[in-house]
């Protein structure tokens, strides 16, 4: 049965909808709810949270859209927990350089973002490197569990040059974008070496994974127009989750 519903929070930024989301999703993760289990009622379940019903409703649409619910109209109907599924492999094409969001979309998959830290940091020596500047020289860190459908996909720590404001930008979605719109910085090409390793035990819980299971490591260097560096990242994608295309192709020599 669902537990107590927790107290919303205001002025976050993030909307009661899927804060709501959010709950019913750890309820289920941590067995306060089974698959098969109904839901209290609309009118119910909206007074306990202090919301709306169709605050209410959307919360549970977008449940329902990600497979984790299942909505039965009807007297005897309700919102019952889904029974698990096995989630498909989602592919990521690494051979045009799409950004994490782009990639989802091509899925039919919504993109999601936690933000684990977004700050000033000195430039750690393979920053520096890849960025052009001085080892300690001020960078921006930006770590974030991205997510598609019901579980994490990938842990992504990117760092960017000291660009004026990036900070206080909305990061939850494409940094690609962000790049592009605010600083004239798109990414054009990019440098990427991928690597298998193992979740460390922090890596793990952020990835709702056991330490130790295999992970697929991508270093990235993404360069604007004309050459200019403008991202050092290191991507942990779950394999489970995520296979890595790369498309190739040979040109015709002359006169063949």
């Known amino acids: 049965m669902v537990g107590t519903p927790p107290e919303l929070e205001r002025g976050t930024g993030v909307p009661a909808h899927v804060q709501i989301e959010r709950w019913l999703l750890a309820s289920i993760a941590g067995g306060e709810l089974a698959p098969g289990d109904r839901l209290p009622g609309e009118r119910e379940l909206a ?9 209410l409703r959307q919360a549970l649409a977008s449940l329902e859209r990600d497979g984790v619910l299942v909505r039965v109209p009807g007297r005897s109907g309700g919102a019952f927990v889904a029974e698990p599924r096995p989630e498909p492999r989602i592919d990521c094409d690494l051979t045009g350089l799409a950004g994490f969001t ?8 919504r993109a999601e973002a936690r933000i684990l830290r977004a700050a000033t940091v000195p430039a750690p020596a393979a920053a520096a490197r890849a960025l052009g500047v001085a080892p300690g020289a001020a960078v921006h860190e930006v770590a974030r569990v991205r997510s ?16 004026p404001g990036l900070l206080d930008e909305d990061l939850t979605g494409s940094l690609y974008a962000l790049l592009a719109t605010r600083y004239d910085l798109e990414p054009r090409t990019a440098t990427e070496h991928l690597d298998p390793v193992i979740a460390q035990p922090a890596e793990a819980a952020e990835l709702g994974i056991e330490p130790g299971t295999p992970l697929m490591l991508i270093e990235r260097t993404a360069y604007a127009a004309g050459g200019t560096p403008v991202e050092y990242a290191r991507d942990l994608f779950r394999p489970d989750r995520v296979r890595i295309t790369v498309r190739s192709g040979v040109t015709a020599p002359e006169g063949s």
């Open 102 to 109: 782009e990639q989802m979309r091509r899925a039919h998959l």
């Open 47 to 55: 007074g306990r949270l202090g919301v709306s019903r169709m605050t």
């Open 148 to 163: 598609a459908g019901r579980s994490p996909v990938a842990l992504e720590r990117s760092y960017f040059p000291s660009l």
